[in-house]
């Protein structure tokens, strides 16, 4: 029987253990030697990286990943690595954008009028760009107005965006083109027309009103039950007609700034005009949906004069002690009783009196077939400088 006796294995296990510690002697330092480089190396790396990234790009907020701005020192290039909810959105290689024409300079840049053609097809519509210098933190923004239409503005009653531009430079919106477009300044056109003219004002009367009435409450509800915004700014040069009196409310800046920021700058709620705003918005800056039925009793009063000027015997400033002391405006000659009312409801001083956008639909959809079908006239032709003193709009 061969018994390996194991006086071999014992030396040669004292041999190895004495060798392995000896080696653990060796590797145990270079191993952390060699790990704290490659942690330092990693940390540093990390550092350097995050350097460079903050200096050349801006990285939008979660809901945007992937998108980042990176500064070229004349401009702003877009870069996309993951399609983001704007993916969709992004104008398609084959779309043109022909004959260009200036409008007027917006809050982010020149709006143009302009042709966008694909294909075959071609349409009208509003290029909003973003100018050429703009701070990274405007860039941002102005990605965000376009998301802002992408999420919040799809109901047929608000402003539609058809496509945008924000991977590169030049970043623009291009949104449907409407129109007459600026309601306020349709109303006007009616008074000037002559009554033999047989064109659009033929139609245009009380009954007309309910159905304008009734798709702006319908846009405003949308964005209240569905997004819980409120508008802010609710009057005829906010909302957009199209053929068929047609309604798309625009002049969405404030819900814009409640939807990206959460609450709406009191210098931004306050360069609404006086004559608009509800009590509340005026003492305490209180902006709810309540106070958008308010300006709505207003806009309703618009609707029914052809523009006129509200409380036109007052000063913007005299209107609140009015209010307060009661002080209502009287029924407009062209205006039904029941119509009347509603604004009436509109005005009331506690704003939970105030119906709700559901029961305004509800009332003017029950109201309609009573409404007067007799063209709405005005004698006046309106004078945009007696209409700015009058209305306390300052252009
Ligand atoms: C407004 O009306 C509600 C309900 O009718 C009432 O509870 C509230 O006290 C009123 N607010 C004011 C300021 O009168």
Partial sequence: MDVQTPPCNTTSENQCGVKSSSYALIIIPVLLAVSTVIVVALIVYSVCCKRQERAVTVVFNSDTSGKRVRSTGCGSVLVSTVSGPLGPWEIPEDCVLEELAFLHTGRYGPVCRSQLSAGQVTSAVVVKTLRDSTSQAEVKEFVNWARFHAVVSRHENLVQMLFCQTR??????????????????????????????????????????????????????????????????????????????????????????????????????????????????????????????????????????????????????????????????????????????????CWMLNSSDRPTFPAIIQLLQSYTDLADTKRLSSLESMNIFEYSKKAGVFP
Wanted: proline share 7%.
């Fill in 168 to 345: 590169h430079v030049p970043m623009y919106l291009v949104l449907e083109d409407v129109n007459p477009g600026n309601l306020l300044h349709f109303l006007w056109s009616l008074r000037n027309e002559d009554p033999g003219t047989p064109s659009q004002s033929q139609q245009f009367c009380e009954k007309s009103v309910y159905l304008l009435a009734k798709q702006v409450a319908a846009g405003l509800e949308y964005l209240h039950s569905e997004h819980r915004l409120v508008h802010g700014d609710v009057a005829a040069r906010s909302v957009l007609i199209g053929a068929g009196l047609s309604v798309r409310v625009a002049g969405l800046g404030m819900a814009f700034e409640a939807w990206e920021t959460g609450k709406v700058a009191n210098r931004r709620a306050a360069e609404v005009p006086l004559k608009w705003q509800a009590p509340e918005r005026i003492t305490h800056l209180a902006m709810t949906t309540r106070s958008d039925v308010w300006s709505f009793g207003i806009l309703l009063y618009e609707l029914v004069t052809l523009g006129a000027p509200p409380y036109p015997g007052l000063e913007p400033l005299d209107v609140l002690p009015q209010i307060r002391s009661s002080y209502r405006m009287e029924k407009p000659e062209s205006c039904g009783t029941p119509l009347y009312e509603l604004m009436k409801c």
